[in-house]
Each structure stands twice: as C-alpha cells, then as structure tokens.
C-alpha cells in the first residue's frame, strides 16, 4: 500500500479528531459527514488498499475493524437506537480512500440503503 491521506492521520502528520484507538484500529470524525455521527475506522498496520485485497490471514484484523465500531457505538450510547457500517470497495462504491476503512454512521434514522 502506498502512503495514503489515512496514513498520515495515523502518524499525526494531518489533523484529525481521533475517537477510538487500540493496538490494531484507530477511529476518526469524517471530515464530511453524511450522519450526525460518521466516525471512520481504520487498521494502523496493516497495507490493505481495499476489501478486494484482503486476505483470510486477515480475516481477524477485518473482524477487529467491526468490533471497534460497535465497541464505540455502544459507548457513545448509539447502539440502542442502532447504527449502520459501511465498507465502499473501489469505483462503483465510491472508495475514494485507498486505505480499507469502515464506516459507521449513526445518530439519526438513515433511511433506505443502496439506492444508486
Ligand atoms: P470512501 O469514499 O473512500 O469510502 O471514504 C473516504 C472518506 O474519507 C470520505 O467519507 C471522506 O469524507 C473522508 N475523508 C477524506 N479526506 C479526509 C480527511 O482529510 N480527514 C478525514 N477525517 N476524513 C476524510
């Protein structure tokens, strides 16, 4: 993986406002929002461009990414009114970001999902 925007956040060379960190994921604000809470989570380690090129040796770190999100979830108190996660994976997603990361939004309803 090449040096990627997430990278530099994860060194602190670029602002961020970090919410969640641990061995393995760190957890930012999205700088533009599309939910009243959009945090973005990310392996600090590991050089995964996308899910397209993951692989099953890291099918943990993948599973470690959607436990940080919920884990959070539940501590902001977001969790009983539920919330969603969202992984973009290359054009027809959206991924703009070449640094494999997962999205979670919440905070208010979030309507129908998928619609092009
Ligand atoms: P993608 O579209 O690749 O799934 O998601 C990339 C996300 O990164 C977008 O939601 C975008 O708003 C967010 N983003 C892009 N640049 C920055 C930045 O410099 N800081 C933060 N916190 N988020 C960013």
Redesign the pocket.
């Known amino acids: 993986m090449t040096d990627t925007?997430?990278s530099?956040?994860i060194r602190r060379e670029?602002?961020?406002?970090i919410v969640y960190e641990d061995e393995d994921i760190l957890g930012?604000?999205?700088?533009?929002?599309?939910a009243p809470v959009?945090v973005?989570f990310i392996p600090k380690h590991a050089p995964i461009p996308t899910l397209d090129d993951a692989t099953a040796e890291q099918a943990p770190l993948l599973g470690r990414l959607l436990l940080a999100a919920a884990e959070y979830a539940r501590r902001e108190g977001l969790a009983q009114d539920g919330y969603r996660v969202?992984?973009?994976c290359r054009e027809h997603?959206?991924?703009?970001?070449?640094h494999i990361?997962l999205?979670l939004l919440a905070g208010a309803p979030l309507g129908h999902f998928g619609t092009p």
């Open positions: 925007l997430f530099k956040i670029i602002p961020a406002t930012f604000k999205d700088i533009a929002p599309q959009h973005l969202v992984m973009n997603a959206g991924q703009t970001v070449f990361h999205h």
